[in-house]
């Protein structure tokens, strides 16, 4: 199997596991967007005491930027994969209105209603059924409430995915569709129909571009390539390859990552949007 399309997400327990165990490579990479995420959410939530939900929190990265922008808030945050609750738990240990949740985020989400804000880093792409997530989230926000998120955008855009992905395959790989995954948001046409078809009005998309830094010092490349195996749509080609095609796919997908060293980092371009909503 050479495409996109090998086996679900095991976020509760295996996939989440391996990010579990990557948290400070993901944050890393993601950091540039962490300001204009945490800047539209603390814009959106009212002022004084005020409830967020952060929709897959993973290590607690985004609940705890908004905390700390937003001290009067509390904050549930929600992930399903028992490894990653437990850090953003630790990290979060004596902020006391920080509440981490482990399970599935639309029934939690009701269960904590009335909100006035969702948020999200990169955590709203992996619903089996996003229509039916969004209509939840907006069912437990409060009137005037804001839904704000970080996705990436056109899988072109993102070499760090689409030319490793396609260097582990052996050939140039299509974009994903809209199936669960990294890219499910990529299209904006897309989640603007999402928006209208849940209740949620004012949608509005900020295209940002980033540097993704994937490894640092003397090292960084074959770091990358460890992070690379383990994390993202080119570690899903390798693990679904025969054991005897795996080592040729690696040492391709090295290849790669050594054009994006430039002498101290490994680096790739990257984009994603933030965007904003407000339940009608």
Request: aromatic residues 10%.
């Amino acid at each position: 199997m050479t495409d996109l399309n090998v086996a679900p997400i095991d976020w509760a327990k295996v996939s989440g596991d391996i990010w579990a165990q990557r948290w400070r490579d993901t944050d890393r990479g993601l950091e540039p967007l962490q300001s204009y995420l945490v800047s539209a959410a603390s814009e959106r939530l009212p002022q004084g005491l005020s409830k967020a939900f952060d929709i897959g929190c993973g290590p607690g990265s985004t609940t705890i930027a908004v905390a700390k922008a937003c001290p009067e808030a509390t904050i549930t945050a929600c992930d399903i994969s028992e490894s990653l609750a437990e850090i953003a738990k630790q990290r979060t240990a004596g902020m006391t209105r920080v509440r981490v949740i482990v399970g599935d985020a639309e029934s939690t989400a009701a269960a904590e209603a009335p909100i006035d804000l969702f948020f999200s880093r990169h955590g709203v792409m992996f619903f089996d059924n996003p229509g039916r997530a969004f209509q939840s989230f907006r069912s437990a926000a409060r009137d005037g409430a804001s839904l704000v998120f970080s996705c990436f955008q056109d899988w072109k855009l993102n070499p760090w995915a689409s030319e490793l992905a396609s260097a582990a395959a052996g050939r140039v790989l299509p974009p994903p569709g809209r199936e669960s995954g990294g890219f499910a948001f990529a299209d904006r046409d897309y989640v603007f129909d999402l928006f209208k078809s849940s209740d949620w009005s004012n949608a509005a998309p900020l295209p940002v571009s980033f540097n993704y830094v994937m490894g640092e010092g003397g090292s960084a490349v074959k770091y990358a390539l460890s992070f690379m195996i383990d994390i993202g749509p080119a570690s899903r080609i390798v693990q679904s390859l025969p054991e005897e095609d795996r080592a040729a796919a690696v040492q391709r997908m090295s290849g790669v990552i050594e054009r994006h060293f430039d002498g101290s980092a490994v680096v790739f371009p990257a984009a994603a949007w933030i965007w904003t909503a407000t339940a009608s």
